[in-house]
């Protein structure tokens, strides 16, 4: 007996360890498939997300243009004598040209054309800048020349009036100077090549075109702009007429901008259908002379750097810069 319920208790205790670990393995394998569940469910919901991202992407993709693409695409017109000398033309034309070459601009008039414009241009993201405004060196005769001089200094003026109380270091440090024409009684600043190497930032390649009379006279102020990160500057050696430089500026840009010729191109097409000066005879320069041979749209995307040669320093005292301006009326400077 004693053996026989050993026996039953052994075979009771059994019966309850396999019955209970049965419904240990169903409770584990629902556990299991709860689980699964739940992953898929995850799954599921990360995919979903994923796909929603990728189609707001896409749509971004086709109706919001890259901020750098547009950044890249502005132009400006500093138009310094608007208010002394206006030509809404031009205006109008140099609008019209980039933005058939899908270019904006952007135009500084008068008052708006000062210091504080001129230290900022570099970081401004423009690929090209026409500077219609006085330009002049503390000479009041220039030689005609085929190319760039090593002497004086050309200067940009702003449109903001003379006042000896503001930029006081700049003016100690002759960065910037008084400048008026002869026979004009306003006194305006104007920048020098030093101003332009302690501008903020660098340019992108930026073609700068110098409008006025003898941008290109001597080289100093084009190897600062080329220094700054310039591409291209083009200008006149000598005088012009301020009819006459409107009338071919605009014209060298349709052959750059809009029919891709290049620049040396450019400045032969220009002369043949407007001329030269009919005062002056002044040329239109490319500097460096080099590079005259590449497009504008070349010039954009230019990889090479030039080592200036010559130093950048002034040597001149801080002048009233007077601009000759007897001999024609109608003279930009």
Request: charged content about 25%; glycine content about 6%; hydrophobic content about 40%.
């Amino acid at each position: 007996m004693r053996d026989g319920a050993i026996i039953n208790l052994r075979c009771s205790c059994e019966r309850m360890y396999y019955q209970d670990s049965a419904a240990g393995n169903v409770a584990h394998s629902k556990t299991q498939r709860k689980k699964r569940r739940v992953r898929r469910r995850v799954t599921e919901i990360a995919f979903l997300v994923l796909m929603m991202g990728l189609v707001v992407f896409a749509v971004q993709g086709l109706f919001v243009k890259p901020r750098t693409d547009s950044a890249s695409r502005k132009v400006a017109l500093i138009d310094q004598l608007s208010a002394s000398y206006p030509n809404p033309s031009f205006k109008d034309e140099f609008i019209r040209i980039f933005k058939d070459a899908g270019f904006s601009s952007d135009i500084y008039s008068s008052a708006e054309v000062n210091i504080d414009l001129y230290r900022n241009l570099p970081s401004m993201g423009y690929r090209a800048i026409v500077f219609r405004v006085h330009q002049s060196t503390p000479v009041e005769y220039l030689l005609p020349n085929d190319r760039p001089i090593t002497g004086p200094p050309v200067y940009l003026f702003t449109g903001e009036p003379y006042d000896e109380h503001k930029y006081v270091v700049e003016q100690l440090s002759d960065l910037v100077v008084p400048a008026r024409e002869i026979n004009g009684s306003k006194v305006y600043f104007a920048i020098g090549p030093q101003f332009v190497q302690s501008m903020s930032g660098k340019f992108q390649n930026t073609v700068i075109i110098l409008a006025g009379c003898s941008g290109l006279y001597s080289a100093d102020l084009a190897d600062s702009f080329i220094v700054k990160g310039a591409s291209v500057v083009i200008g006149w050696q000598r005088f012009v007429q301020m009819d006459y430089t409107d009338k071919a500026i605009i014209r060298l840009l349709k052959a750059l901008v809009l029919e891709r010729t290049t620049i040396y191109r450019g400045t032969v097409v220009m002369t043949s259908d407007v001329g030269l000066d009919p005062s002056y005879k002044s040329n239109l320069l490319c500097y460096p002379d080099e590079r005259s041979r590449l497009t504008f749209f070349d010039a954009l995307e230019l990889k090479e750097e030039v080592v200036v040669g010559q130093q950048l320093n002034m040597c001149f005292p801080n002048p009233v810069i007077r601009i000759p301006t007897g001999l024609t009326k109608k003279m930009l400077d």
